[in-house]
């Protein structure tokens, strides 16, 4: 069974860091984009970061360009999204997930082929 599991969430403050990650089957690793995805209370979910299955592209959302890092482990099937400079703004479920196609991933959330559970982040001012 294919899935996605999220795993580092937890309650942080302004300015700290934090690491998640996704650890994937191996046939989503080894051949799917892969990415980040949040949404906070009351808000739509918002795409965060997308990675290529080669690991050789990648796109961020504006929101957290220049503080988020997202990296790939092949020898653990994982994902990690290392997030630096935290906001309170950034408190939201980080949900994991998975499709063939970066550009879904990156502009068309709603056919995105595989999501984690999700993982809550909170960031405390």
């Known amino acids: 069974q294919e899935q996605l599991v999220e795993s580092g969430g937890g309650l942080v403050q302004a300015g700290d860091s934090l690491r998640l990650s996704c650890a994937a089957s191996?046939?989503?690793?080894?051949?799917?984009?892969m990415g980040w995805f949040r949404q906070a209370p009351g808000k739509d979910r918002e795409f965060v970061v997308g990675?290529?299955?080669?690991?050789?592209?990648?796109y961020y959302g504006d929101s957290v360009k220049g503080r988020f890092t997202i990296s790939r482990d092949s020898a653990k099937n994982t994902i990690y999204l290392h997030m630096n400079r935290l906001k309170p703004e950034d408190t939201a479920v980080y949900y994991c997930?998975?499709?063939?196609?970066?550009?879904?991933?990156?502009?068309?959330?709603?056919?995105?082929?595989?999501w984690g559970q999700g993982i809550q982040v909170t960031v405390s001012s």
């Open positions: 990675i290529s299955w080669k690991g050789d592209n990648t």
């Open positions: 191996g046939h989503i690793f080894s051949n799917y984009a």
């Open positions: 997930a998975a499709d063939y196609f970066l550009n879904t991933i990156v502009a068309d959330m709603s056919a995105v082929d595989y």
